[in-house]
C-alpha cells in the first residue's frame, strides 16, 4: 500500500513557455510537492537529467523544441525513460492525443487547468509511479536474492565434490592400514612377535585416532556453518592445558626424547596460569596450530610456542621454521578444505585452519599469519579477557 505522505517528498517538474501557466501551477503543487519549472524544451531536459523528477507536467505548444519532441527525448533516455510524462494541451483533439500517448505520455490535461483535476491526475500519476518503483525493486531484490542463491549453491556444490574427494583420500590411507593390520594378525598372528603384535596393534589404533580426528573436524565445520558451534568460557588454567598440548603433540613424534624436546619448545608468561576460556574451542586452536606447525616443518625443526597475558587479551605465538605458506595463499589460508599449493602428499583436510578461525572468532579474538616462503610460518592469535 502506497504512503500517502511518501508522496509530499516527490518531486514534480512543470514545463510551459507561458509564465502565467506555471504560476498557476505552482501555486496549485506548491507545498504538496517539490516543484521545479522551465519555459522551455532545452532547459526542461536538462533539468530532468539532472535532477530525474518523479513527474513532469508537459506544454505541448512551444517554440523551440515542443512537447512532443520534448517527450520523445526524454523516453530515448534511459536515465529519463521511466518518468511519467502528462502532457497540458490547450486544445483535444483525438490525433494529438493518440501521437502523444504513442510518444509514451501517461495523460492529457486540458487548458484552463482545473485545480480538483490537475491535483487529482498528480497524485493518481505519482501513487502508479511509487508502486510501479516498488514493483521494480522488489524484481531487483529478488533477482539479486536469485545470483546470490545461485553462488551459494555453486560455491556449495564445490565444496561437496571437494569434501568427497578429500574424505575418500584421507580416510582410505587409515581403511587400508587397519584392513592390512587385521588380515596380518588374522593370518599371521600366532606366528607374531609380541613386539610386532604390539606394533600392529598401534597401527590400528593410530588410523582409528586419524578417522575420528578427521570427523570431529567435520562435524565441527557443520555446527560452525551452521551456528551451533558453542561458546562456554569457564575458568581454567591455561598453563597447564598448554603443558598438556604440547605433551599430547610431542607424543606423535617417533624421535628419542632429546630429539622431541627440541622440536617443540614452550615459554609461558601467564601469572598464575588462571584464565577464563572455552577449554574445548582452545584446544581446537593451539592443537591445529601446533600440529600443523609440527607437520610442514620437516626434520624435526624447531618450533616454537610462546603464550603471554597482556592487560585484557590472551596472546599466544606459534613459530615453526618449515615450507613456509606461498604469498598468493595467504588470502584463501582459512578457507573450507584449502591446502597451499606446495604441501606436497603430506597429508591433511584443508579444515584445521577454518576450525581455527571459527573458534578464535568465537572468543571475540583475531589471528594473524606472517610466512616466508622456505623459511617458516608465525600465527598469533590474541584472545580478549576480562
Known amino acids: 500500500m502506497i504512503n500517502p505522505n511518501a508522496l509530499a517528498l516527490k518531486t514534480v517538474l512543470a514545463v510551459d513557455d507561458t509564465p502565467e501557466n506555471l504560476a498557476v501551477v505552482n501555486a496549485l503543487l506548491r507545498g504538496l510537492y517539490k516543484v521545479k519549472v522551465s519555459s522551455s524544451g532545452e532547459h526542461a531536459l536538462a533539468i ?18 515542443d512537447g512532443y519532441e520534448v517527450c520523445r527525448r526524454l523516453k530515448v533516455d534511459p536515465a529519463t525513460a521511466d518518468i511519467p510524462v502528462i502532457f497540458l494541451t490547450a486544445k483535444s483533439d483525438e490525433e494529438g492525443e493518440q501521437r502523444g500517448f504513442d510518444l509514451g505520455a501517461v495523460d492529457y490535461i486540458t487548458k484552463p487547468i482545473s485545480p480538483p483535476l490537475l491535483l487529482a491526475r498528480v497524485k493518481a500519476q505519482l501513487s502508479l509511479k511509487e508502486a510501479r518503483d516498488a514493483l521494480q525493486r522488489n524484481h531487483m531484490e529478488d533477482k539479486q536474492r536469485f545470483e546470490l542463491a ?15 574427494s578429500m574424505t575418500t583420500h584421507e580416510f ?42 578427521m570427523l570431529d573436524q567435520v562435524l565441527t565445520i557443520g555446527r560452525a556453518d551452521a551456528k551451533l558451534l558453542e561458546f562456554q568460557p569457564k575458568p581454567m ?30 615459554t609461558l608468561d601467564v601469572g598464575d596460569g588462571m584464565v577464563l576460556a572455552d577449554e574445548k574451542l582452545l584446544r581446537h586452536i593451539l ?32 613459530q615453526d621454521q618449515g615450507i613456509g605458506i606461498p604469498p598468493e595463499e595467504l588470502p584463501r589460508l582459512f578457507g573450507n578444505f ?10 591433511g583436510t584443508g579444515l584445521g585452519l577454518t576450525i581455527v578461525k571459527r573458534a578464535v572468532e568465537s572468543h571475540g579474538g583475531s589471528i594473524a599469519v606472517d610466512s616466508e616462503l622456505g623459511r617458516g610460518t608465525r600465527f598469533t592469535v590474541c584472545l580478549p579477557q576480562p
Open 48 to 65: 530532468a537529467a539532472n535532477t530525474s523528477p518523479d513527474l513532469i507536467l508537459l506544454d505541448i505548444m512551444m517554440p523551440g523544441l
Open 150 to 164: 545461485m553462488a551459494q549453491q555453486m560455491e556449495i556444490n564445490t565444496l561437496k565434490s571437494t569434501f568427497v
Open 172 to 213: 582410505r590411507t587409515p581403511l587400508t592400514t587397519i584392513m592390512s593390520s587385521q588380515e596380518l594378525l588374522r593370518h599371521y598372528g600366532d606366528r607374531m612377535s609380541p613386539q610386532d603384535r604390539g606394533e600392529t596393534f598401534d597401527s590400528i589404533a593410530s588410523a582409528v585416532r586419524r578417522m575420528v580426528a
Open 237 to 266: 588454567n591455561l598453563s597447564l592445558l598448554c603443558t598438556q598440548l604440547r605433551d599430547e603433540v610431542l607424543a606423535g613424534q617417533t624421535a628419542d626424547d632429546a630429539e622431541r624436546d627440541q622440536a617443540l619448545t614452550l
Open 287 to 318: 592443537g591445529n596450530l601446533l600440529s600443523n606447525a609440527i607437520k610442514y616443518s620437516p626434520g624435526g625443526q624447531g618450533v616454537r610456542f610462546m603464550v603471554c597475558r597482556e592487560a585484557n587479551a590472551l596472546v599466544f605465538e606459534v
Open 338 to 347: 584449502h591446502r597451499a599449493n606446495n604441501v606436497g602428499d603430506i597429508p
